[in-house]
């Protein structure tokens, strides 16, 4: 057995990743494309209107394209690569404004491209994809502006596009802190859900989902399956004499303990008040090398002084052998009966039943760690 960390999981604030903002350019994709579809349909009858052709059929197109692209992420919420789809609704946006400018020496059809770059800073969350598509904006832009027969720079719609592109970044930024924060509040919650705030071990429902995984694992393998419980004796009697901050102080010395003790496949849960509770591959370690190992740990730092709390716990070990058919359930019940006994044959109680847990912080009964 060595003394590799076991898997557990910790408090550490979640990293929002690209997942998250993924998810918010994806949600907001068909609302933008479609809007930006009717913008162009309309801007296609006004240049027909203005015997334009080319501008308007160009804007047909794009607004066709627009429709499809909007309908395609509306009825594929999982769309993959939305950030892909965004920057070419803002491309196909601002390329209208190109041609028509282009093609008819008139630098109102800037509005489309100032519109783009506006829809740029909405859309876009990842820095990458924004800058890309505010650059491929500009250049293309700039390219109609030296190739349209203006007469001049129209300065009045520079400062207008460097106006709406500050607007834009700006926009996103802050639509991204805000991804990011929701992103954090919601994987805290998640892990606070499998996760004991005190210890930083798995919960009972942490257990449950991880030693799942373990016999299902162990099964495929044609490995055995080992567990563990732990019970922390006298642990009320730290709470009368000494309170319960140093109660506290003790689980969590023996969830330290326990970490340096057990293998790094091993899961190790608090299962709630006194009691703790391993899971992991294999025969695993005896319930009494694991006891005497873990004194031999807690006295070499107690937690409160040896006049308050002797370092001492009761274990009991059960195992699923790889030709037995049990469940995670009959594992945890078998362990768990098989900690109070021992703990009852400790103090010369019954040998036939199970023993009443009167040092332990949780009198409730049992519960299937799946609840």
Request: a negative charge.
């Amino acid at each position: 057995m060595s003394d590799d960390n076991p898997v557990v999981i910790r408090a550490e604030p979640p990293t929002p990743d690209d997942a998250a903002h993924e998810g918010a350019v994806r949600s907001t994709l068909p609302a933008v494309a479609c809007v930006a579809a009717a913008g162009s349909a309309a801007a296609a009858g006004a240049a027909m209107g203005m015997a334009d052709w080319v501008a308007g059929a160009s804007c047909a197109l794009v607004a066709t394209v627009l429709l499809v692209i909007g309908l395609l992420a509306w009825r594929r919420p999982s769309l993959p690569a939305p950030d892909v789809f965004a920057v070419a609704v803002i491309v196909l946006v601002a390329s209208e404004g190109v041609v028509g400018l282009v093609s008819t020496d008139r630098v109102d059809w800037s509005l489309a491209v100032i519109v783009a770059l506006a829809a740029a800073g909405s859309a876009l969350l990842t820095l990458r994809w924004l800058v890309a598509a505010v650059y491929t904006v500009w250049v293309g832009w700039l390219a109609g502006l030296a190739a349209a027969d203006l007469g001049g720079w129209p300065v009045g719609w520079l400062i207008a596009a460097l106006t709406v592109t500050a607007i834009g970044a700006v926009s996103s930024v802050s639509r991204r802190n805000l991804t990011n924060e929701l992103a954090d509040i919601a994987t805290t919650a998640e892990r606070a859900a499998v996760r004991d705030p005190l210890t930083g071990l798995v919960n009972r429902r942490g257990l449950s989902l991880l030693g799942q995984q373990i016999v299902e694992a162990a099964r495929r393998s044609g490995d055995a399956v080992h567990c563990v419980y732990i019970d922390i004796d006298q642990l009320r009697h730290v709470n009368e004499v000494a309170g319960h901050e140093s109660g506290d102080d003790v689980v969590v010395a023996v969830s330290d303990a326990l970490r340096s003790v057990t293998r790094g496949t091993d899961i190790v849960a608090r299962w709630g008040g006194d009691e703790f509770c391993i899971i992991g591959p294999g025969s695993g370690m005896s319930p009494v090398e694991l006891e005497r190992r873990l004194r031999e740990r807690l006295l070499l730092s107690p937690p409160v002084g040896l006049d308050v709390w002797e370092p001492k716990v009761c274990a009991g070990g059960a195992m699923l052998a790889p030709w037995d058919s049990g469940s995670l359930d009959t594992l945890l019940g078998k362990a768990d009966q098989e900690m109070y006994l021992r703990r009852a044959l400790r103090r010369g109680g019954p040998r036939n039943k199970r023993a009443a847990p009167s040092d332990s912080e949780n009198e409730e009964p049992k519960a299937n760690p799946n609840s």
